[in-house]
């Protein structure tokens, strides 16, 4: 149509939709400015972006073109936010509210904490709410319920605390509801069974109790119900085992009880995943299971089911069959008879009925098991006869346990074809004849337990091929003859060895001093004979030793006294003689010491451990003499006390030339100070014992004029530059002190002085100072270090977007790797502290302060605030500067802020908050930590059950892998050794503080844990 040709009417509506049109552009794009504004107030309230996710975010840059937002095409508003996994921290900007054209807000997986702002409510567009695993507080906001389009509600993972708001059962078309692992409180809500569109209902791992309200019945579309480790009670409606849809269901640690229905497996045909474990269900297994051929997982173990179990032959996808800890069965021959029905499943991997009432044989079927079975535990039963050769052809099976039954016979050799095992258990039976030595090529074998069966002859030597051997338990049979050298000398053991009630004889290898990662010994009632080998002060884990009713001879060995960790002793029932040494007074962890029925003769110590007549045990020693009455033995003269009485005139004379040889001596050393006194020279005018000396010319063509491409750091009082020397290509890191500012050159001396005789390969290398004037005739001065190739600890545990390789990803420390170099601190503080005639405090450790070189070995630096301690006692302590507080804040010691003194204990502190940085990844100046809250209290009120949620989720990724196997069972257990670590260090009492060197002895007894495990980096 031409336009001369528009009629009025036609032209009128024409402009006026044009200005509609206008109109609506104006009004978008005023609404789309409301919309950057509030994403970047949004931004503002992250405190930790580690990947840089955010950096896009600018006001120069389109919004809808930013990292995680998504924009509607015709009205350009913000439709979508997803900043999932990021590892972003900080809280939820309130602002979020002002995008009310938001549909979907996914931050799942990062470390947001505080409240779940209010304003959440008010988006009325909101489809999809995901903001699981993270570290949000308070309750859930009431409000939500203005969010009617909901059809996706994850809060799961995080600290969230109250009952579940009645007001969200407006929210009629939720889909999926999942709320796990968090603090809620009160009952599972009934209005739940009003959103007849809901598929997914997971509420796991909180604090409801009650019961499981009927209304869930009506659910007719759900998919998943998952209510496990609450504190739900009564018993299921039987409306919910009629849901037909269900696919998983799951109560699993409760207090429910009932019976299961007779028609289960026809009422949840498509069931696949079904779990009742730790509750109190009585009555037996429905035979109509086996008709749910599309289960995959049936769990009913910590019951009180009875009854034998039906046949399971139709049951082809199943994977995990676990009945552990019921009363299944009844003892008799025919109870095993749905064994063999299970071998039609082509997919099992774990079948577990353990500690029941089954009785029979184990059948011959055994041998026709998918090859993918991992796990068969059949300990605690009543199962007799022998072990069929055909349990030969499972040979990927990882754990077997036959524990606790009547078997009997030999222990059939084709065991040793089962290379893939971890743990292999037949205790407490009745086998007989010799262990087979085939066993032996168990290479991955970690536990092996034969104890409380009828086995004789020698103990195989070819034991010691199963070099991954944790646990080993030979006790209460009727092996004899020597131990081999070279098995008791297994390094990887560093659970449990016990060789007791045995027949052995001769001595006790020397080689069982390799064994210093075990924590229990036990060689008792056996015919061991001999001295007790001092080697086995080198078994500094051990924390139980047992060694009664044998008959070792001579005095116990000094080096016992390493045994540190030690809290059971037991040397009693042998021929020990000599004097009870006095070093058992420092074993700080004993508790229980048995030395009664030996020869010992001479005085009872009378401190530590012997202060506990509850606890000791010394009678049966006839020449034992002691001066506390409790312990019934002769009072202690100079004749039995085997000391020689000296005569008064004697010792006048002795104690006087005594008193004038220290009076000589001391005169000596004074002169001597004196001395040296009047040659010393300023420290600033004192030549460093380097190689070559440098001047400021030098230092400035080698960091090419102090430029600013060459900084690599910024201190209190000066900035590093890298340099490359000219004459010889060394590169160096120079250190530039700013003499404008207060402190700086007292800084520099102090460094100077601290390092003028230090040398240890964990401290960073001084290799020359400069002092003199720059070109303009200023005062200049530099220290030059050995350049770092791999920089500071901080920027490994906090790295900046810049640090990531070429991939985008940025590089983490492994487990290995922050073991290792928190071990090359400890050992730097331990040589300051205790191998030096003068004690030098650092008195700011932190990770910028901790270097690495090119194999990422650990070396402290920055000995600007150190001080050299010139009286050193036991309690070592120096006065403070002027300047007051020392250190940096979050790593110094709290007492550093009340007094004016440094102290062993104050590095003590900050290497504690260092450490449980390293292995959390979460700095003390994290704005968590308020108030009385800090690194300190964060790791010790997570430990133990808590542990993987503080711990860096890259060491997490780590440790994945391994989970389930020994591997991650070491990994675990070190995680948890360190963190005590880091915790007894950093403890707020400074007398209560564990010290450098047992916190190194421990982190070398760990990282030999996990070299023995398999990790080594």
């Known amino acids: 149509m031409e336009p001369h040709n528009l009629s009025f009417l036609e032209c009128r509506l024409f402009f006026t939709c044009v200005v509609l049109l206008l109109c609506v552009i104006l009004v978008s794009s005023g609404n789309n400015v409301t919309d950057k504004l509030a994403l970047l107030a949004f931004k503002a309230a992250i405190t930790e972006d580690p990947f840089g996710a955010l950096n896009s975010w600018n006001h120069t840059a389109d919004h809808c073109q930013w990292y995680g937002v998504t924009c509607g095409r015709l009205h350009h508003r913000v439709t979508g936010l997803d900043l999932q996994a990021l590892e972003l921290s900080g809280s939820i900007s309130e602002h979020i509210g002002n995008l009310s054209f938001l549909r979907v807000l996914i931050l799942n997986n990062n470390s947001f904490h505080h409240a779940i702002p209010q304003q959440v409510g008010h988006l009325h567009s909101l489809r999809v709410l995901r903001l699981a695993l993270n570290t949000l507080e308070g309750e859930i906001p009431r409000n939500l319920s203005g969010c009617t389009r909901l059809t996706w509600l994850s809060l799961g993972a995080n600290s969230l605390v109250g009952e579940i708001p009645i007001d969200l059962g407006s929210l009629l078309q939720l889909q999926n509801i999942s709320l796990f692992l968090n603090y809620l409180?009160?009952?599972?809500?009934?209005?739940?069974?009003?959103?007849?569109?809901?598929?997914?209902?997971?509420?796991?791992?909180?604090?409801?109790?009650?019961?499981?309200?009927?209304?869930?019945?009506?659910?007719?579309?759900?998919?998943?119900?998952?209510?496990?480790?609450?504190?739900?009670?009564?018993?299921?409606?039987?409306?919910?085992?009629?849901?037909?849809?269900?696919?998983?269901?799951?109560?699993?640690?409760?207090?429910?009880?009932?019976?299961?229905?007779?028609?289960?497996?026809?009422?949840?045909?498509?069931?696949?995943?079904?779990?009742?474990?730790?509750?109190?269900?009585?009555?037996?297994?429905?035979?109509?299971?086996?008709?749910?051929?599309?289960?995959?997982?049936?769990?009913?173990?910590?019951?009180?089911?009875?009854?034998?179990?039906?046949?399971?032959?139709?049951?082809?996808?199943?994977?995990?069959?676990?009945?552990?800890?019921?009363?299944?069965?009844?003892?008799?021959?025919?109870?095993?008879?749905?064994?063999?029905?299970?071998?039609?499943?082509?997919?099992?991997?774990?079948?577990?009925?353990?500690?029941?009432?089954?009785?029979?044989?184990?059948?011959?079927?055994?041998?026709?098991?998918?090859?993918?079975?991992?796990?068969?535990w059949l300990g605690e039963n009543l199962l007799f006869g022998t072990i069929p050769r055909t349990v030969g052809n499972l040979v990927n099976l990882e754990r077997l346990l036959l524990d606790h039954n009547r078997f009997s016979g030999t222990v059939p050799s084709v065991l040793g074809d089962l290379h893939n095992l971890v743990v292999l258990d037949l205790s407490n039976k009745k086998f007989s004849g010799a262990i087979p030595s085939s066993l032996g090529s168990l290479v991955n074998l970690a536990q092996l337990r034969l104890d409380h069966n009828n086995f004789h002859g020698y103990i195989p030597s070819r034991l010691s091929e199963c070099q991954r051997l944790v646990l080993l338990d030979l006790s209460s049979n009727n092996l004899n003859g020597s131990i081999p050298p070279e098995f008791i000398g297994l390094p990887s053991l560093s659970i449990l060895l016990n060789l007791s009630r045995n027949h052995l004889t001769g001595v006790l290898p020397e080689e069982v001093g390799k064994l210093n990662l075990l924590a229990q010994l036990d060689v008792s009632g056996n015919m061991l004979d001999g001295d007790i080998p001092a080697s086995l002060g080198s078994c500094v884990g051990l924390e139980l030793l047992k060694m009664q009713e044998n008959s070792f001879q001579g005095s116990i060995p000094s080096s016992i006294g390493m045994l540190r960790n030690v809290n059971e002793l037991d040397l009693s029932h042998n021929n020990l003689s000599g004097q009870i040494p006095e070093f058992f007074e420092a074993l700080h962890l004993l508790k229980i010491l048995n030395l009664s029925y030996n020869n010992f003769e001479g005085t009872l110590p009378t401190k530590g451990i012997f202060n506990n007549v509850s606890a000791t045990f010394v009678s049966g020693n006839d020449k034992l003499c002691a001066g506390m009455p409790e312990f019934h033995l002769p009072k202690c003269s100079y004749r039995n006390s085997g000391r020689r009485i000296i005569p008064k005139w004697k010792l006048v004379i002795t104690i006087f030339f005594g008193v004038l040889v220290v009076a000589l001596v001391l005169a000596l050393v004074y002169f001597r100070w004196l001395k040296n006194k009047k040659r010393a020279e300023p420290a600033s005018n004192s030549k460093d014992d380097s190689s070559f000396n440098l001047s400021y010319g030098i230092l400035l063509k080698a960091t090419n004029g102090f430029s600013s491409i060459n900084l690599i750091g910024v201190g209190g009082f000066g900035s590093v530059y890298k340099g490359v020397l000219d004459e010889n290509g060394t590169v160096i890191a120079a250190k530039v002190l700013n003499l404008t500012l207060h402190g700086a050159v007292k800084s520099f001396i102090t460094e100077c002085e601290a390092l003028r005789n230090v040398r240890h390969r964990n401290l960073l290398k001084v290799l020359t100072v400069c002092s003199g004037t720059d070109y303009r005739g200023n005062e200049f001065k530099a220290l030059v270090y050995e350049f770092m190739v791999n920089?500071?600890?901080?920027?490994?545990?906090?790295?900046?977007?810049?640090?990531?390789?070429?991939?985008?990803?940025?590089?983490?420390?492994?487990?290995?790797?922050?073991?290792?170099?928190?071990?090359?601190?400890?050992?730097?503080?331990?040589?300051?502290?205790?191998?030096?005639?003068?004690?030098?405090?650092?008195?700011?450790?932190?990770?910028?302060?901790?270097?690495?070189?090119?194999?990422?070995?650990?070396?402290?630096?920055?000995?600007?605030?150190?001080?050299?301690?010139?009286?050193?006692?036991?309690?070592?302590?120096?006065?403070?500067?002027?300047?007051?507080?020392?250190?940096?804040?979050?790593?110094?010691?709290?007492?550093?802020?009340?007094?004016?003194?440094?102290?062993?204990?104050?590095?003590?502190?900050?290497?504690?908050?260092?450490?449980?940085?390293?292995?959390?990844?979460?700095?003390?100046?994290?704005?968590?930590?308020?108030?009385?809250?800090?690194?300190?209290?964060?790791?010790?009120?997570?430990?133990?059950?808590?542990?993987?949620?503080?711990?860096?989720?890259?060491?997490?990724?780590?440790?994945?892998?391994?989970?389930?196997?020994?591997?991650?069972?070491?990994?675990?257990?070190?995680?948890?050794?360190?963190?005590?670590?880091?915790?007894?260090?950093?403890?707020?009492?400074?007398?209560?503080?564990?010290?450098?060197?047992?916190?190194?002895?421990?982190?070398?007894?760990?990282?030999?844990?996990?070299?023995?495990?398999?990790?080594?980096?």
Not at 899 to 916: C, F, K, N, Q
Request: aromatic share 6%.
């Open 185 to 376: 409180t009160g009952t599972v809500p009934s209005f739940i069974g009003n959103m007849s569109s809901l598929e997914n209902l997971i509420l796991s791992a909180n604090e409801l109790g009650g019961k499981i309200p009927q209304a869930l019945g009506k659910l007719t579309k759900l998919n998943r119900l998952v209510l496990d480790e609450n504190r739900l009670s009564g018993a299921v409606p039987p409306s919910i085992f009629n849901l037909s849809s269900v696919t998983m269901f799951d109560i699993g640690v409760n207090q429910i009880g009932g019976n299961l229905p007779a028609n289960l497996g026809f009422t949840l045909p498509n069931i696949e995943h079904f779990s009742i474990f730790s509750n109190r269900f009585t009555g037996g297994i429905p035979r109509s299971m086996s008709n749910a051929t599309a289960l995959g997982v049936l769990q009913a173990s910590q019951n009180k089911l009875s009854g034998n179990m039906p046949p399971l032959d139709r049951l082809n996808k199943l994977k995990r069959l676990s009945m552990n800890f019921n009363h299944l069965g009844s003892g008799g021959y025919d109870d095993f008879s749905f064994f063999c029905s299970l071998t039609n499943t082509t997919t099992l991997l774990d079948l577990s009925i353990y500690e029941n009432s089954f009785g029979g044989t184990l059948p011959e079927c055994i041998g026709n098991f998918s090859v993918t079975l991992l796990e068969l």
């Open 791 to 1017: 920089g500071s600890l901080e920027d490994w545990l906090h790295p900046s977007p810049s640090s990531a390789n070429a991939d985008g990803n940025v590089q983490k420390l492994s487990l290995i790797q922050r073991i290792n170099i928190s071990i090359d601190v400890a050992s730097a503080l331990d040589y300051l502290h205790n191998q030096l005639q003068s004690p030098i405090i650092h008195c700011d450790l932190k990770p910028s302060n901790v270097l690495l070189d090119a194999e990422m070995v650990g070396h402290v630096g920055d000995f600007g605030l150190a001080k050299v301690v010139i009286e050193s006692t036991d309690d070592t302590k120096a006065k403070m500067s002027s300047a007051g507080v020392r250190g940096t804040v979050g790593y110094a010691a709290p007492e550093y802020g009340m007094e004016s003194m440094v102290s062993r204990e104050g590095d003590a502190y900050s290497y504690g908050i260092l450490l449980l940085e390293m292995f959390t990844g979460v700095s003390p100046t994290n704005e968590m930590f308020r108030e009385n809250f800090n690194l300190h209290k964060f790791v010790k009120e997570a430990l133990p059950e808590r542990l993987l949620e503080i711990t860096d989720p890259f060491l997490l990724q780590e440790m994945e892998s391994h989970m389930g196997t020994s591997r991650g069972d070491a990994a675990r257990e070190c995680l948890e050794m360190v963190y005590r670590i880091g915790v007894g260090c950093s403890v707020e009492a400074r007398r209560e503080r564990a010290n450098i060197t047992e916190a190194a002895a421990q982190l070398h007894f760990i990282r030999d844990k996990l070299h023995a495990a398999g990790l080594q980096g």
